[in-house]
């Protein structure tokens, strides 16, 4: 025993040095044949002082199972756990009127690990890193003989989180599940044998889309016996501990159900081999990460906004892949707030979605080649399609659905009559075109005919259907949007202009798709909407013409923070650069009233679209640099308008870097169309018609270009050659 102590302590130290060695500044120069693993790893966030609390907590999932992780100040490893589809349907009371309405998206719980003796006792070392390219959080405590060390990672491939720990001495240790519903909402299972298991279950008389909605979680460990209901402790001092949770939602009428649902599923998860699973979990990440990248350097903002960029990125991959989209208000990473008392539930705005608020983190998908995220928003929606246009033949007796602004993840309609009080979110009707314009590009980029059937057809159809039949024609034969919400900015007013860019920009694009997709009849029924279709509203003013956000006198009261005449340029793409009308798009952009930063605010890409790269790079900075002060993670951002961290900042700072290096329209693929001067950059995004394209940028000039397939490569115009 005494020979091998030292030989484990050098062997752990080893370990540690392999893991940490490779953490350096954020680069200040690069060359293009630099790794991408190396260019990442300069982005790892690393601490050397724990917590003290759930502030100071790294995100880390599976795109489905989530974790805060945080070390305490006495060494114990806390995290709590959450999963994309953990809808609660009762909580106590609470204080926000949103909180009540359309689920909860509650915490399964938190763990604590602790290991004793405590190694911080004898050594403050202290060392937390999340490591990007593996998906993984190490933790170093103490040193020598006394170190131990965490790794925490929730297998990319498989519904479990994996706690391991190494010590160069013999410890104990000890895992306890902590539930503050317990006994209220939530059971914690009794006598139970070397296993903690708890669940929550909805009753059967909530809501009808929540009702015996159950989910909990199992901790198992080879060595762990319980000391109670909540807490197991290894048997016998070890040198490394294995703790695996294995977390589970599902529809069950009772807990037992559920659990008789769980026990075969840990079963089968424990036969498989710990070091194969953990060779496919990096493997996962190493082919996300290779999809795409964007590091940019020049001076100390470049290295912080392409912090801002990578973290959002991985982020957005730790709760991308689940059942339900990702919540803007926090994504699956809120915590409590002692000081509000809010416990880790909590979060401002509820649980219901903003389609306004949540399109941000998925329209940058598409030049990260993220395709597999974007599929949770379009399943949803189109899951919800059917009831919706039933209530639309109910409520209005005609064909074709929208979807609602602010709706939970079943949908529903209310009734939106002309005489129906006017409000942010009633008589909005967006929210249908500007998803069918989002499916569009993802068929675009990805070719895939299946989803283009199933999935993007309906959902527009509908749309198009609706907005053709629920709405009257003026005296010239024009359809008459009204009344009809200009976003939430302007309420019930006359051919608002996000609706009717939005019905010429997916009308078009839907009357090109070939004949195996689209009859001649529907083609036809399309074609005579789209020679209905007012023109967008304008006026010119000081001798410049300017979009409008409504048609008539421009006497509405404002209600919200937004510039719904710039929907023409995006989302909806009608201007921009190499179209007709550039300078319109300039002299609306200049022109607008709305000039706030961050949070939804579409400013970053709209800048990049019209080709102003200082604005753009204004924008873009501030979003991917703002962190909220309350937080310690970089890329847990400001709630704004929202909550924290708020997704949509994150994610619109992320489109808007991307616009800034590549636009694209049809098959042309505009590189550097919105590029400060000052930055330099390497990068590889994606492009429609399956490819990519990778390159160099440095002091202005483009170079290094590489296009996949190669024939694409005469569909590129270098933006910086454009004079």
Known sequence: MTRKVPQLAAAILLFMTVAYGSLAKPVNKFTYQQPIYTLLDSYNVQWDVPGPGSAQSMPLGNGDIGLNVWVEKNGDLVFYISKTDAWGGELDAQKDEWMRQGGVLMKLGAIRVSVSPNPLVKSSVFKQILKLKDGEILVQEGLGN??????????????????????????????KLENWRAGLTDTVLNDQKNRVAWYHHNSATTDPHLANLTFGAMIKGHGLINQ???????????????????????????????????????????????????????????????RSWVFIHGDTLANKVTQGYVLQRFVTACAGRGVYPIKFNGSIFVVDNPAKNENAD?????????????????????????????????????????????????????????????????????????????????????????????????YEYTGDTVFARKTMQPVAAAGLQFFDQHFTRDSTGKLLLDPDNSIEMFWKVHNPAPDIAGLHAV??????????????????????????????????????????????????????????????????????????????????????????????????????????????????????????????????????????????????????????????DGKKIMLLPAWPVGWDAVFKLNAPYNTTVEGKVEKGKLTNLKVTPASRLADIIDMTKKN
């Not at 001092?237 to 037992?256: C, E, F, M, N, W």
């Not at 080649?369 to 928003?377: I, R, V």
């Not at 033949?393 to 529903?412: D, L, R, V």
């Not at 009261?557 to 719904?564: A, C, G, I, R, V």
């Open 507 to 664: 009308l078009s694009r839907m009357m090109a798709l070939p004949t195996s997709m689209v009859d001649e009849k529907t083609r036809s029924q399309w074609q005579k909407l789209y020679n209905e279709l007012p023109p967008l509203p304008m006026e010119n003013t000081n001798g410049k013409t300017v979009l409008l956000p409504y048609t008539g006198p421009q006497t509405a009261k404002s209600f919200n923070s937004e510039n719904p005449e710039l929907y023409a340029i995006y989302p909806f793409r009608l201007y921009g650069l190499g179209k007709p009308g550039l300078d319109v798009a300039v002299n609306t952009f200049n022109a607008r009233k709305q000039r706030a930063k961050g949070c939804w605010v579409q400013d970053p890409i709209q800048a990049a679209m019209i080709g102003d790269a200082d604005v753009a790079k204004d924008y873009v900075s501030f979003a991917l640099t703002r962190k909220d002060p309350h937080f310690k993670f970089p890329a847990f951002w400001d709630k704004g308008n929202d909550y924290s961290p708020d997704e949509d900042n994150g994610g619109n700072g992320e489109n808007g870097l991307q616009q800034m290096l590549m636009q694209v």
């Open 228 to 290: 109670d209901n909540v807490t197991m402790q290894s048997a016998k001092s070890v040198t490394a501990q294995r703790i695996s949770i294995y977390p589970l939602t599902s529809v069950a009428g009772s807990g037992q159900q559920w659990l008789d649902k769980l026990e075969p599923q840990v079963s089968k998860l424990e036969k498989l081999k710990p070091e194969q699973t953990y060779i496919a979990h990096q493997q996962w990440w190493k082919q996300f990460w290779q």
């Open 346 to 442: 909590f979060r401002a705005w509820g649980g219901q979605y903003w389609f306004q608020n949540t399109r941000p983190m998925y329209w940058p998908r598409l030049m990260a080649g993220d395709f597999d995220m974007m599929l949770p928003l379009f399943n949803m929606y189109a899951n919800i399609l059917p009831a919706n246009e039933a209530q639309v033949q109910q409520y209005y007796h005609h064909g074709g659905a929208y979807f609602a602004e602010t709706a939970p993840f079943w949908g529903g309609l209310n009734f939106m009559g002309p005489d129906v009080k006017a409000n942010y979110t009633n008589h909005y009707f967006t929210p249908i075109l500007e998803l069918s314009m989002m499916m569009l590009d993802y």
């Open 146 to 175: 006394s170190a131990v060390n965490f790794r925490v990672w929730v297998d990319a491939n498989h519904p479990v989180i994996q706690v391991e720990t190494k010590s160069a001495s013999p410890v104990t240790v000890k895992v």
